[in-house]
């Protein structure tokens, strides 16, 4: 069975310093998409990152970059420079592939990020 | 470009009532997932459809039932409402492809079973 696991509840960082919030995924499909979301209070998912199973290169957006270490099926989200506006849930997800059904997102429980100025 | 949109953004119910919420995906976008997010937890995928049909569901029982019309826009219904029903239920529109393909999600329909 596919799985996310989101092992920090909370996480509270200082304005302009990096974030890294944990993410462990576990599935058997060989192709599978990792995506983290950011959901502000107003509920809105917000897609900030994703990275495919056969990408040779962390992906980065912006202030956002994926560490992916496939070996160890982690997808760890890094913000760089956070901002007061970064406060929010995060979300990692994952889509499976072939066993695991392209159709669906499976979320882990998230991690809560407050930005203290 | 409009993105997803769902209506109501908020609704309250009594159990055992009935509610019909809806979603209109982002423009050219083909495919419609409803997902069920109870307070502190993560979204839970209820179904998608593609070209007017059920492709996929996830551990919910009948009483969830949806529908896609040829526009795109979908409809999530659930029959005799329970009070753990009470979620924030989210629409997600995409392009029907392979693992890489993003998800587009609304501001959510906040439901309330009392």
């Known amino acids: 069975a596919q799985k996310i696991t989101q092992t920090q509840p909370g996480m509270f960082v200082q304005e302009k310093e990096a974030v890294t919030l944990d993410c462990t995924y576990d599935t058997s499909d060989p192709s599978y998409g990792l995506f983290w979301y950011k959901q502000p209070s107003s509920g809105e998912m917000i897609f900030l990152i994703y990275q495919g199973s056969y990408d040779q290169q962390n992906a980065t957006e912006g202030r956002y970059s994926l560490n992916f270490q496939k070996a160890r099926k982690s997808a760890n989200l890094v913000i760089s420079a956070s901002q007061l506006g970064d406060s929010a849930m995060y979300f990692c997800a994952m889509r499976g592939g072939l066993l695991g059904g392209y159709n669906k997102l499976i979320f882990g429980a998230g991690t809560r990020l407050a930005v203290h100025p | 470009d409009a993105g997803v949109t769902q209506s109501p953004t908020h609704l309250i119910k009594t159990r055992g009532q009935q509610v019909t919420l809806r979603c209109s995906p982002k423009s050219g976008h083909d495919t419609v997932s409803w997902y069920q997010q109870a307070l502190g937890q993560g979204p839970q995928f209820i179904f998608q459809y593609y070209e007017e049909e059920e492709r996929q569901r996830g551990n919910f029982p009948d009483r969830f039932s949806g529908h896609q019309f040829p526009n795109y826009s979908s409809e999530l219904n659930v029959n005799a409402l329970l009070l753990g029903d009470s979620a924030l239920y989210l629409c997600?529109?995409?392009?029907?492809?392979?693992?890489?393909?993003?998800?587009?999600f609304g501001q959510g329909t906040r439901l309330t079973v009392v």
């Open positions: 997600a529109s995409s392009l029907v492809s392979g693992a890489n393909t993003e998800a587009f």
